[in-house]
T-cell receptor, first 114, second 108 residues
Framework: KAGVTQTPRYLIKTRGQQVTLSCSPISGHRSVSWYQQTPGQGLQFLFEYFSETQRNKGNFPGRFSGRQFSNSRSEMNVSTLELGDSALYLC?????????????FGPGTRLTVL | AQRVTQPEKLLSVFKGAPVELKCNYSYSGSPELFWYVQYSRQRLQLLLRHISRESIKGFTADLNKGETSFHLKKPFAQEEDSAMYYCALSHGFQKLVFGTGTRLLVSP
């Protein structure tokens, strides 16, 4: 079974631009979560989607948004990029998103904002 | 608020020595706790969860609600155990609250 895939793997943007990251979950998984990983803040939850609906949201500004499509693929968008948005963005998928469901992580997208 | 604390950034041991990676949490309710591991150049993956009460790769972790701890232990460390270890707590739909991680280095 193919694992979680994320595209692109690396991205360089400048301040003020916007960016869209993509995540394809494991086949059959309907829940997709996004995390931001930085050296200073560690791993922080952004949001979770299930059946095209956002069910849970972390403490990030409205510049961070996401969506999920009917095939469970998900995208996250960051508008008006700031230097502090430079991070590794991880996506994870699971069957139902229940509290004890195992989350399977993708390799991440490394975003650099100049 | 939910919080996971891993007090050690780096833990360095010799092969064959016992290992204990500390994790403390704060959570109002019954927590679901996990240990995730990231080996060099690999993606983050689940090592074990408290609800399963299982041993994976020789690692075990016991939930101590009185001390709000979920320490990860292994009696005899191996070089291949060298990795980054994250303790995490589940809060709501697929929201994992992670600790800052402990790098375990096992020397020959």
């Amino acid at each position: 079974k193919a694992g979680v895939t994320q595209t692109p793997r690396y991205l360089i943007k400048t301040r003020g631009q916007q960016v869209t990251l993509s995540c394809s979950p494991i086949s059959g998984h309907r829940s997709v979560s996004w995390y931001q990983q930085t050296p200073g803040q560690g791993l922080q939850f952004l949001f979770e989607y299930f059946s095209e609906t956002q069910r849970n949201k972390g403490n990030f500004p409205g510049r961070f948004s996401g969506r999920q499509f009917s095939n469970s693929r998900s995208e996250m968008n960051v508008s008006t990029l700031e230097l502090g948005d430079s991070a590794l963005y991880l996506c994870a998928s699971s069957f139902t998103g229940g509290g004890t469901d195992t989350q399977y992580f993708g390799p991440g997208t490394r975003l650099t904002v100049l | 608020a939910q919080r996971v604390t891993q007090p050690e950034k780096l833990l360095s041991v010799f092969k064959g020595a016992p290992v204990e990676l500390k994790c403390n949490y704060s959570y109002s309710g019954s927590p679901e706790l996990f240990w995730y591991v990231q080996y060099s150049r690999q993606r983050l993956q689940l090592l074990l969860r408290h609800i399963s009460r299982e041993s994976i790769k020789g690692f075990t972790a016991d939930l101590n609600k009185g001390e709000t701890s979920f320490h990860l232990k292994k009696p005899f460390a191996q070089e291949e155990d060298s990795a980054m270890y994250y303790c995490a707590l589940s809060h709501g739909f697929q929201k994992l609250v992670f600790g800052t991680g402990t790098r375990l280095l096992v020397s020959p």
